[in-house]
């Protein structure tokens, strides 16, 4: 319910969102026939994610409150600032299959870090300005003590009251909780930093549909006239897609009011302004790979962009690097697998289990006679989807649509430092490792087939 209320209130708010939705179903609708994970088209349907700036550890707190309500926990560690920007993140997402399946939405949520702000000066004013804002409601927290107080959940009327009060602090507000020279002290030190500091909500800055092939999806925006950022992020095209591919329409120029003076006040006159933040992505999912294969790609992504960074390469030149580089990254199936590239979900065969088998079966399964297993036919296995985020992927998007590109190369932090201690106590809870979720999903499927054999798993 939350979800689709989402959805809807972005495209009411954003009506190029509903264009791109419009897109993705077609697209999906066209290329579902050959899904080569178990995914199902319904679930796609649903799928998005979304993303909000937070400003302080009691809003995270509290956000983590409210994302836990709707099955979502905080999983992965994301540290923008080796991109240069201003923060870090988690992402809230379902941990489980049958938690995904049914509730195919995360939240990327990053929050800001003071003391990687340049300026003594706009540090202070950020500061000041996340002080003395709420973006909860009074009705908001009182749902949320509730539901403390109920073991984490609430009735059916407290959920009728929940959703929209939930969704007001994902709204968007159009009077500004800053003066306009706040406004633009902030924006001129980093347009991020306005758009996390000086507004009354953390509004959604853009919700993602998921789309089966987004070059196609590109080209379609691009057909119907949509301004579109000019490359995808991520790994290069594929036959076997790996990880997340991104890329979004750019951000809208959209009209705000300030209050002239004390920015505190609810009354007195209002002066008009413009700020761009918002805009529309979409994304496409590959396979999950596991800790060798992550290695491999941070490794071939480290040398593309050895290669083209600073050299002013048209987005063409640097997609045939990119792609060129990773050749070295298997892209056919039985390869990845064998090499332990990617995690991956076993299932009995039916048909070869009703019929004898060239093989011996063992008393275990183990890491020695899986291969065996899996070439006899007993076994079969496919990737097991990426449910999560890339850094540098994200900041490219970020920084994309976030004004003048000059200024923000003067104005980004310039220390890159992970600080996920840090997050964890802002957070208030340890965060979930992806990597965890992935392996305890291949290894519950790997003992669900042992135990259809009458086997033991010795993994």
């Known amino acids: 319910m939350f979800a689709h209320a989402m959805s809807a209130m972005y495209r009411a708010e954003v009506p190029l969102y509903g264009d791109l939705v419009r897109i993705v179903s077609s697209v999906n609708a066209e290329k579902s026939p050959g899904l080569v994970n178990t995914d199902s088209i319904q679930r796609l349907s649903l799928e998005r994610h979304g993303a909000i700036r937070l400003g302080t550890a009691q809003e995270l707190r509290t956000m983590r409150r409210l994302f836990q309500l709707l099955g979502m926990h905080a999983v992965g560690y994301y540290d923008l600032s080796v991109a240069g920007l201003p923060m ?11 938690g995904l399946e049914a509730n195919p939405f995360r939240v990327f949520t990053t929050l800001l870090r003071p003391d990687l702000i340049n300026s003594d000066s706009s540090k202070e004013v950020a500061e000041t300005l996340l002080r003395s804002r709420n973006i909860f409601s009074t009705t908001l927290l009182q749902i949320l003590d509730q539901a403390d107080q109920q073991g984490g959940h609430l009735n059916v009327d407290q959920v009728q009251a929940f959703i929209p009060e939930a969704l007001s602090t994902f709204s968007w507000q159009p009077i500004a909780a800053a003066n306009q020279s706040q406004y ?51 790994p290069p095209k594929r036959k076997w897609p790996i990880l997340l591919r991104q890329t979004s329409f750019l951000a809208l120029e959209e009209q705000i009011q300030f209050r002239v003076g004390d920015h505190n006040s609810d009354a007195g006159p209002l002066t008009s302004g413009s700020h761009k933040a918002r805009f529309g992505e979409i994304e496409e999912r590959g396979a999950a790979v596991t800790p060798k294969g992550r290695r491999l790609y941070d490794q071939l992504l480290e040398q593309a962009g050895s290669r083209y960074s600073n050299s002013g390469l048209s987005v063409t030149d640097r997609d045939a690097i990119l792609a060129e580089v990773f050749v070295d990254f298997p892209d056919d ?44 036919g007993l076994l079969t296995c496919r990737p097991i989807t990426y449910e999560d985020f890339l850094p540098f992927s994200a900041a490219g998007i970020f920084q994309s649509n976030l004004g003048n590109g000059e200024q923000d190369k003067r104005s980004k932090c310039t220390t890159a430092r992970s600080d996920k201690a840090g997050f964890e106590h802002a957070l208030g809870t340890a965060l ?6 992935y392996l305890q999903t291949e290894m519950e499927s790997l003992r669900r087939c042992a135990e259809k054999l009458g086997i033991k798993c010795d993994l």
């Open 88 to 98: 870090h993140a988690t992402c809230f997402r379902p941990i489980d299959t049958d």
């Open 184 to 234: 633009a002290q902030l924006r001129d030190e980093h347009a991020i930093l306005a758009d996390i500091a000086c507004f009354k909500s953390a509004h959604i800055n853009h919700l993602t549909p998921r789309v089966l092939d987004i070059d196609i999806a590109k080209q379609a925006m691009e057909f119907a006239g949509i301004p579109t950022k000019a490359s995808i992020e991520g």
């Open 333 to 376: 199936w039985p390869t990845m697998w064998t090499k332990g590239l990617v995690y991956c979900l076993y299932e009995n065969n039916s048909k070869s289990m009703s019929h004898s088998v060239d093989v011996t079966l063992p008393s275990h399964i183990n890491r020695a006679n899986l291969q065996t297993l899996v070439s006899s």
């Open 432 to 437: 979930i490792n992806a990597d965890d979720l």
